[in-house]
């Protein structure tokens, strides 16, 4: 049996596939999530107001920006090897969370401002594809969603760090974009378009630290892992090694099980 992959398409092919799928989601799918958040029990309603604000950037970034700064002076201050090496990781990490959640919030501001499309409380009015380029008006800066772009830049470097974690993040990050469309301030297709902003834009940093083998590095089977076989177990990447915990030391999650997760301590 023939397999298809997109790559197999002209770009012709994919032009009308991409701008098909862009019309369905902007003239069907958009008026009906509109129309189903208008429809939402009170309860509902607040129950999704209650949760999203998760997704928005400040307390990612603050936070993130504060402790790299921090690693850094330790770095320099604390003499020794192992110190340095120590909070060079720390800050690696922390600097890419930065990077990547910062970058693609960043790059989902400019475009939502350059792009301004109206946002759903105009929709009775305007409908759901009206554009006013370049206006710097927040009832014209509906795509894509900060929000969702913020929460699964955030869940998709996580899972970068914390594999068996993605479920889980992907999840949450699922529900904080859900929540900006059933409120009524994105329309289906910004919380779409922040969603895949959000994902894919901590690959490409990924790509660049690995270059520079910060934090990252090339993976012998192909794709990139985290520099450091302790670090990897500590994390419970699938295919480290995991050799008995020294007494008095413990790693962050070990399998019990093949398929299951474990936290041990003392």
């Given at each position: ?89 720390i800050a ?11 970058g693609a ?56 760090l914390w ?104």
């Amino acid at each position: 049996m023939t397999r298809f992959r997109l790559a197999d398409l002209t770009l012709f092919e994919q032009v009308v596939l991409a701008v098909s799928f862009v019309l369905f989601g902007v003239y069907v799918l958009d008026p009906f999530f509109l129309e189903r958040s208008k429809a939402l029990a009170p309860e509902a309603r607040n129950f999704l107001r209650s949760i999203t604000d998760i997704g928005r950037s400040n307390w990612m970034l603050i936070p993130a920006g504060s402790l790299v700064a921090l690693a850094l002076v330790l770095r320099r201050t604390h003499r020794g090897f192992r110190n340095a090496a120590g909070y060079g990781l720390i800050a690696s990490t922390i600097g890419f969370v930065f990077v990547s959640v910062g970058g693609a919030g960043l790059i989902g501001n400019l475009t939502k401002y350059i792009l301004g499309r109206a946002r759903p409380k105009l929709f009775d009015t305007l409908g759901p594809f009206d554009f006013q380029l370049f206006s710097f008006d927040p009832d014209h800066a509906s795509f894509p969603s900060g929000h969702a772009t913020n929460i699964f830049a955030l869940a998709t470097v996580l899972g970068m760090l914390w594999p068996r974690g993605k479920v889980l993040l992907y999840t949450v990050a699922v529900w904080i974009a859900a929540s900006r469309v059933l409120i009524g301030q994105h329309y289906f297709t910004d919380a779409l378009g922040g969603a895949i902003l959000g994902t894919a834009f901590p690959y490409l940093v990924r790509e660049r630290f690995a270059a520079r083998r910060w934090l990252f590095e090339p993976a012998p089977q192909g794709g990139y892992r985290l520099r450091g076989e302790r670090t990897r177990n500590w994390l419970g990447w699938p295919g480290t090694s995991r050799p008995e915990t020294a007494p008095g030391k413990a790693r962050l999650f070990r399998n019990s099980r093949p398929d299951s997760l474990g936290i041990e301590g003392d």
